[in-house]
């Protein structure tokens, strides 16, 4: 750990300001850790972030990794079903490559042995231990080296390996639902779960002696945009597409709201719209940086990465792919983190400066401009009522290409096909 936060520092060349500094965050703590190595690891923490002079942080992983608690695992009301019959999911499927991943089965978020067990990671023992290191700071006159607490990682009610089916079974019949009296609501009821899962962390983290103001959850959010240009036939929610975790539960009385931030369109936007309607607090970007997942592929600088957080209010962006895999290996979030160029822009917050926010390309911004000069000159005669209206539209795209504002340009051009194919 003491290699790593070195070589960082020596790479980026500062480790910042009191108001704006540069933080090394320690994760996952999990489940599958015992008490004493997670005491272990936050102490180690502390005492690197004294020395160095750089801020630490902690990214807990609530929920997905906890095949070595047997105590817990074994217990069918701990594990989630795929249906009212009690069926136990057969892993948690994770979609973080080509293929899908299988590890241990989505855990029953409010069972009451898995909540006795949070309470006790939140508070006895994580909590305790990082209240402990903030003291110390606090006490040596350097309180600015605490980053903060993320209190799950991409929080969620995950689908089903075998079947890729959603779950949530579990937790609806702790609440007291069955197949003869369900929710009204199947996807508002999880949605809840997953929302006082988090508030449970959150709060223990919290009572411990942490303030709410460090302490950010962690969601994965499909934007609105993304759902609705979905190129594919299955009926699903906008609430199953987000594993029944939306932004709207990413706020809480014991933590401030904090999602994965790699782009997608019109996700930013969306992302500031719900923080306009909660009073706009200090938020995270739990996780993230300037390349786009589903094609491995930056459409932006990281300085443009960077604004779109700490120019709307957020408090902690936490950049993924330092350090990550050998550096031969040709990871492209390793990359993206420690380019030239992205050292730079590292650089310029660090040291005070206002950090320019330009756009990104989105990679699906060709493909639709592509589909609309194909199907226009056949829709226009079938359509002539609206001829007048598209071609502004068409021209206005025309515009923003021509002045690279491909925000604007993506905006445009879903106007348009949701014209063409209402």
Not at 56 to 84: C, K, Q
Request: proline share 6%; net charge negative.
């Amino acid at each position: 750990m003491s290699r790593f936060v070195q070589r960082l520092i020596e790479e980026i060349g500062t480790t910042g300001q009191t108001e704006t500094k540069l933080a090394f965050m320690i994760g996952p703590l999990a489940f599958d850790h015992t008490d004493s190595q997670l005491r272990q690891m936050i102490r180690d923490a502390f005492r690197i972030a004294r020395e160095q002079d750089i801020a630490v942080g902690f990214h807990i992983d609530d929920s997905m990794f906890w095949a070595r608690r047997a105590d817990l695992g074994r217990d069918p009301a701990n594990v989630e079903w795929l249906d009212w019959e009690g069926t136990p999911n057969t892993g948690r499927r994770l979609d973080w490559g080509a293929e899908p991943i299988r590890i241990a089965p989505q855990m029953c978020f409010n069972s009451p042995a898995i909540q006795r067990a949070v309470r006790h990671l939140a508070h006895d023992v994580i909590g305790v231990a990082v209240n402990e290191g903030i003291a110390t700071l606090e006490a040596q006159g350097a309180p600015e080296l605490f980053a903060g607490v993320i209190v799950g990682w991409e929080t969620q009610i995950g689908r089903d390996y075998a079947t890729d089916a959603y779950l949530g079974y579990c937790a609806l019949t702790h609440l007291g639902f069955s197949r003869e009296q369900p929710p009204q609501d199947m996807d508002r009821e999880r949605e809840q779960v997953v929302q006082t899962f988090i508030a449970l962390w959150a709060e223990g983290i919290a009572e411990a002696g942490v303030d709410p103001e460090k302490i950010y959850a962690h969601t994965a959010v499909t934007s609105r945009q993304t759902y609705e240009n979905r190129t594919d036939d299955s009926v699903l929610s906008y609430s199953q597409v987000n594993q029944f975790a939306p932004p709207s539960i990413t706020f809480g009385a014991h933590y401030q709201p904090g999602f994965s931030t790699y782009p997608q369109p019109g996700l930013m936007e969306q992302l500031y719209g719900e923080l306009a309607q909660h009073d706009n607090p200090a938020w995270a970007s739990a996780e993230g940086t300037n390349i786009y997942p589903a094609l491995l592929t930056s459409g932006g600088s990281m300085e443009t990465y960077l604004a779109q957080m700490f120019n709307h209010g957020a408090a902690l962006a936490n950049i993924f792919g330092w350090g990550v895999g050998l550096e031969t290996s040709g990871n492209p979030f390793r990359t993206a983190a420690e380019t030239t160029d992205s050292i730079r822009a590292y650089r310029r917050f660090l040291g005070g400066d206002v950090l320019v926010e330009g756009y990104y390309v989105f990679p699906d911004l060709p493909n639709r401009m592509q589909l609309i000069q194909t199907q226009l000159p056949t829709w226009i005669p079938q359509n002539p009522s609206r001829q007048a209206e598209i071609e502004a539209l068409v021209l206005l795209l025309s515009q923003y290409i021509e002045e690279n504002n491909y925000q604007e340009a993506s905006r445009i051009a879903d106007d348009i096909l949701a014209i063409m194919t209402p």
